[in-house]
C-alpha cells in the first residue's frame, strides 16, 4: 500500500509540472463546477491522507451483498469442469437475497457560458478549448447523424481555418454521446493557435458553425467522409 501510495504521488508531482495536465485539470474543474466526483488532478493532501485500514473497510461494505450480481467468466476452459467449481465458489459470497438499491450519480456540467483563460508555461502558444454540451435523445439514427456532422466539421475547420487562413496548428475536434441523465451529447474543440490568435480562432470557429447550420455539407464533403470511415473499417477488421 505505501508503495503504491508513493508512486501515485510521484505522478502527482509530475502531472502538476506538466502544462498540459495543468490546462486539463483546470477545465475539467470549470466544466464540472469543482464537483469531487470529476477531479483530474486530485488534492496532495487528499491522496496523503489516504489509510490503508480506511481503504479495506470501504472495500469490505461495498462488497457484503452479492446478490442480484451478475459474473461474466471468459476464458479457455471445460465447462463441465468449471461448472461445479463456479457453484462452490459464487455459493460462498455474501448476500443478503435482494440486490441492493444503488443510485449512480454522475457529474453533470454546468449550464450556462463560461469562459477562463489560463496562463501557464513560457512559449508563445495557445490552445482553443470550447466544449459543447447538453440533451440528446440517442437513438442509432441520431448517433450517425452526430458523428457525420463532426466529420463534415472537421473537414471544414481544416480548410477553412488551417489552410486557407492559417490560424490554427491543427484541427483537434470529438464528439461523444452519453447514456447518462436521459442522455447527452459532448462537442469539443482543441485548436492550437498563436497566442496572439486567441480571438480570431474563437470568432472563426463559431463562423463555420453557423455556416454548417445553414449550408448542408456537400456531396464532395459526404463521399470525402464515407471514403474515410469505410477505410477506418477496414483497418479495423485486419
Known sequence: ????????????????????????????????????????????????????????????????????????????????????????????????????????????PKRGIRKKEIFVGKDNKASVRIIFNGAFNYTEEESLSFTLLTDILRLRLIESLREERQLIYASGISSQLFPIAGGRYQLAFILPCAAEQTDAVVSALFQEIQRLQKDPPSMAELNQVKKAWTQLHKERLQ
Open 1 to 108: 500500500f505505501s508503495s503504491g501510495l508513493d508512486r501515485i504521488q510521484r505522478h502527482l508531482l509530475e502531472a502538476i509540472e506538466r502544462p498540459e495536465m495543468i490546462i486539463h485539470d483546470q477545465l475539467t474543474k470549470l466544466y464540472f463546477d469543482n464537483n469531487p466526483r470529476a477531479l483530474f488532478i486530485p488534492p496532495f493532501d487528499e491522496v496523503e491522507s489516504l489509510n490503508m485500514d480506511k481503504v479495506i473497510a470501504s472495500f469490505d461494505q461495498l462488497h457484503q451483498n452479492f446478490s442480484g450480481s451478475y459474473f461474466v467468466f471468459v476464458g479457455n476452459v471445460d465447462v463441465d469442469t468449471m461448472r461445479p467449481l463456479l457453484r462452490k465458489y459464487l455459493a460462498n459470497l455474501p448476500g443478503k437475497g435482494h440486490a441492493d438499491q444503488i443510485q449512480p450519480e454522475y457529474p453533470l
